[in-house]
Structure formats: structure tokens, C-alpha cells
């Protein structure tokens, strides 16, 4: 759908297939550390980059505020069910789960 707007020549290198599939061949514990991260890294970006730059738009602002304010409650979630997954592995299965 996005190519449709792309300029000419733009290739999607990476295909949605393949990016799920190698996710969900990992750990539900690394999936969980992963999207954390995003999220985390998310309200972090916003709070850096856009919150104190006066020289953009009020409502872009708005946007990414709210998408912030989004992340951090997924981000309060993935922190309540991180410890419920990780009391499930024993330790070498959660050495492997860092590793991946």
C-alpha cells in the first residue's frame, strides 16, 4: 500500500513475512524485552527530541504526545508481564532469551 506514494525506485528491502516469522521464532521473554525497548525508547525520543523544540508545530507536537502517552502505558503493561514470563524459565532458558 505505501509503495503507491514511494517515489520511483524505492524498494521495501525488508518483507513483513520475514520480519514476523524471525520475531516469532524467539522467546516470548525476548519479544517482551524487545518491545519494551522500542516503547521505551519511544517516550524517550518524544521527551528529547520533540517535546522541547519550539520551532515545530503545535499539533505534530499533539501527535507524537499522544503516541507517547500511548507507549507508556503499553510500556506499563510489558512491565507487569515480563516478570510473569521470566518466573516461567529456568536459568539456562533464560540465558538463551537474552541471547536472542
Do not use: C, N
Amino acid at each position: 500500500m505505501l509503495a503507491v506514494g514511494m517515489p520511483e525506485g524505492y524498494r521495501f528491502l525488508h518483507q513483513p513475512d520475514t520480519v514476523a516469522a524471525a520475531v516469532l521464532e524467539k522467546s516470548t521473554w525476548a519479544v517482551l524485552a524487545l518491545i519494551l525497548e522500542i516503547e521505551l525508547f519511544t517516550q524517550e525520543h518524544y521527551r528529547q527530541s520533540i517535546e522541547p523544540d519550539e520551532s515545530l508545530s503545535p499539533f505534530f507536537k499533539d501527535i507524537f504526545f499522544f503516541h507517547m502517552k500511548e507507549e507508556t502505558t503499553h510500556a506499563l503493561m510489558d512491565e507487569l508481564e515480563w516478570p510473569r514470563e521470566d518466573k516461567k524459565l529456568t536459568p539456562t532458558e533464560r540465558e538463551r532469551a537474552i541471547g536472542e
